[in-house]
């Protein structure tokens, strides 16, 4: 498949840590329910894993903020938790509660039981999604593809739902080693190959969400979370339509291991707002490019207050390549579209030469 030329390339300029005219932005979360658009689609859809199964309207959601900001990328509008609902665990949300799975995976007869999906075959749904999406783009903007760390899709799968102590996957971990690390092995295959699959039908850039890895010890984060993100980018492909397709690593609350991070082979870190941009910086050198990092709650301040964090963030990060403007995790649903508006354009005006 031959897409159109790409038209605004400072994402991935600035991922390459190359000059770029003005600081690229997007955001996390940015296709989500704060936009009135987004939820009359996700009313039409139905549930929210009918709008990720629907690629006209995945698609549609994915546009909704471009359509409305300044953003120079777009992200597949999908969920994390589409490779464990592949495997059989039954996926869905409850109100309120977030995702929750039908079944749990807590025994080695539960772990050898787990299917290595087949992308193509078994998550054909987000394959479409990514052509779609990259065929209606049109060339605008870059188009991000995303996964879960294997960690984090295991806390998901283990606790059966967001949990506050990882109560049984840690006890896994302490406990059961090899266990752990058998799980962690089909997530990593898994997500390799689902990466891939979405980098093969138009994916520009890809992003693995560590949300949890933060939970870990300073001993066990490598061992259980990195190490598994590491081998996922030795199994990317790296080089595709002709471009390289960089990778983002994600662990929120990372911040104390930012130099092992940047050592994994990847093209830039994804930062929360609980370290200084600047100090992240001075750490990772010139290894890797920085994508970050307000607060999301700076949003619900007046535009007066974002704009002088934005300004805070700019300056402290300082004059050099490889800055992408984000929020530090995804915008929340409560959350004025004009203040997210104030956000990205106190980026544009203000991150420009
Ligand atoms: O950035 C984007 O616009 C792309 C879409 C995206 C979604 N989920 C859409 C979504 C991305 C990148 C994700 C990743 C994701 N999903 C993560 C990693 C990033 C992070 O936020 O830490 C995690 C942990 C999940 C799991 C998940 N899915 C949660 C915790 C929730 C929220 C549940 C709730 O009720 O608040 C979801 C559902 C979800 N994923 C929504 C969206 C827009 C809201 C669902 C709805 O419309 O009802």
Known sequence: MTYAALKNDRFLKALAREPVDRTPVWMMRQAGRYLPEYRATREKAGSFMDLCRNAELACEVTLQPLERYPLDAAILFSDILTIPDAMGLGLYFEPGEGPKFRKTVRTEQDIAALPVPDAERDLDYVMRAVSTIRRELNGRVPLIGFSGSPW?????????????????????????PELAHALLDKL??????????QIRHGAQAVQIFDTWGGALSAEAYPEFSLGYMKRIVDGL?????????????FTKNGGLWLETMADSGCDALGLDWTINIGEARRRVGDRVALQGNLDPAVLYAPP???RAEVKRILDDFGDHPGHIFNLGHGITPQVDPEHARAFIEAVVELGSL
């Open 152 to 176: 984090t899709l295991a806390t998901y799968m283990v606790e059966g739902g967001p949990s506050k102590d990882f109560r049984h996957l840690k006890g896994m971990v302490y406990g059961r």
């Open 188 to 197: 990593a295959r898994s997500v390799t190959d689902y990466l891939n699959a």
């Open 237 to 249: 492909i790296r080089d595709h339509e002709g471009r390289k397709v960089p990778v983002i690593l």
């Open 304 to 306: 007066a207050a974002i």
